[in-house]
């Protein structure tokens, strides 16, 4: 070892020193301290002759770095599959159908064009048209193309393709999971203004997409599986109570037009009850007051002025009746909230413990409805 490191000193050494070096040269061992490579292979340690130092910083940078040097990254998740599909591949798949169908929405919105409804007549049309197509001011078939699209774009990079850089499988997988459950969130509050705002109406695209929403929500689930989903439940919680607040908060002040007035006003008009009372009458409407019943009408509305006529004079000044149109019809005019909220289908309507009647009925029929009983008889 001596004569080696004799000879790596010689060979390092300027040739005027070298024949000197080998003359006088005495065998002594330099205990080197080992140095890795680092900043310190290229700092002079004045302790190390400057040979020795060459020497070492020669075999360090030489030499590769370490197995147990380097830090191994931890290992992704096996992707999940469905019926031989990666999830990846079926929540792209999905997203694409909902990004067509908002974007044709998105398309009769901006232009203003009437929607194409295969099913329910026109009244999807109703539904689109109505307050509750927009979420604080923007259309909100726009804003469910933009969801759409950031879920197929998530998706398409979590299956390979370099859509979104700097995201890892993780980051994909959890917001992709985050995102569908705001979707399925929106998509069941949605379900519920349909099924109390807009009763006896059909929308085949609501219905549609809470179908696309529900069906990327369970894929996801799928992908992220029912042991590690455990994880995610608070965080699922939050996200899904912070949008349906926020859909609550938008619609707050919304209400429904009466569907096809868009070009006239019509101002409010009280029409003269002329009919008088019969002690039958003013019994049943002292019944009706007194469980609460109420009677939904609109001032233009000829069969609520026939109710009227029915009840006459005495027994309307006691009956509980509802003007849903106290400030007119027609175009920049609304629905009072009272009846928006009830879920009219036309007028009159009546609301007798609990029960919806849609129509101007018979008195023995209200009667009936209400369990009114009367030694009085009914006159015709």
């Given at each position: 070892m001596a004569t080696i490191s004799a000879a790596l000193s010689i060979s390092f050494l300027p040739p005027p020193t070298r024949r000197a070096a080998s003359t006088t040269f005495s065998p002594r061992i330099i205990k080197v301290k080992p140095i890795t490579c680092n900043s310190k292979c290229r700092r002079h340690n004045p302790l190390i002759p400057w040979f020795s130092q060459r020497a070492a910083r020669f075999w360090c940078c030489a030499e590769p770095p370490s197995p147990e040097q380097e830090t191994p990254a931890p290992p992704s998740p096996p992707p999940s599959s469905l019926w031989g599909v990666s999830t990846s591949a079926w929540t792209a798949g999905v997203a694409g159908l909902g990004l067509l169908e908002t974007g044709y929405l998105s398309?009769?919105?901006l232009t203003g064009s009437e929607a194409f409804c295969p099913v329910g007549g026109g009244g999807c049309g109703d539904v689109l048209d109505s307050d509750y197509s927009v979420v604080f001011g923007i259309p909100l078939p726009l804003v469910g193309m933009l969801a759409y699209g950031l879920v197929a774009?998530?998706?398409?990079?979590?299956n390979s393709e370099e859509l979104l850089p700097g995201l890892d499988d993780?980051?994909?997988?959890?917001?992709?999971?985050?995102?569908?459950?705001?979707?399925?969130?929106?998509?069941?509050?949605?379900?519920?203004?349909?099924?109390?705002?807009?009763?006896?109406?059909?929308?085949?695209?609501?219905?549609?997409?809470?179908?696309i929403s529900f069906t990327l929500f369970f894929i996801r689930i799928k992908?992220?599986?029912?042991?590690?989903?455990?994880?995610?439940?608070g965080l699922q919680l939050a996200v899904a109570v912070i949008v349906a607040l926020s859909l609550t908060n938008s619609y707050s002040s919304a209400t429904t037009q009466l569907k096809g007035t868009d070009d006239f006003v019509l101002e409010p008009y009280k029409i003269e009850i002329t009919a008088e009372s019969t002690p039958f009458a003013i019994s049943l409407a002292k019944h009706l007051h007194s469980i609460g019943a109420k009677m939904y009408g609109a001032f233009w509305c000829s069969h609520c002025n026939d109710q009227k006529q029915m009840f006459g004079r005495e027994a309307m000044e006691v009956l509980d009746y509802v003007e849903?149109?106290?400030?007119?019809?027609g175009k920049g005019k609304k629905m009072a909230n009272?009846?928006?909220?009830?879920?009219?289908?036309?007028?009159p309507t009546w609301i007798i413990n609990g029960k919806l009647l849609s129509g101007d009925k018979e008195l023995s029929v209200l009667a009936e409805e209400s369990g009114f009983v009367s030694e009085v008889p009914e006159q015709s």
């Open positions: 398309y009769l919105k774009a998530l998706s398409l990079q979590e993780l980051d994909i997988r959890l917001t992709l999971l985050l995102l569908a459950t705001s979707l399925a969130t929106a998509s069941a509050y949605f379900l519920f203004i349909l099924n109390t705002k807009f009763v006896g109406t059909s929308c085949v695209y609501c219905l549609s997409s809470a179908f992908d992220i599986g029912l042991a590690r989903i455990q994880k995610f439940v849903c149109f106290p400030n007119g019809a009272e009846c928006a909220a009830t879920g009219l289908e036309g007028f």
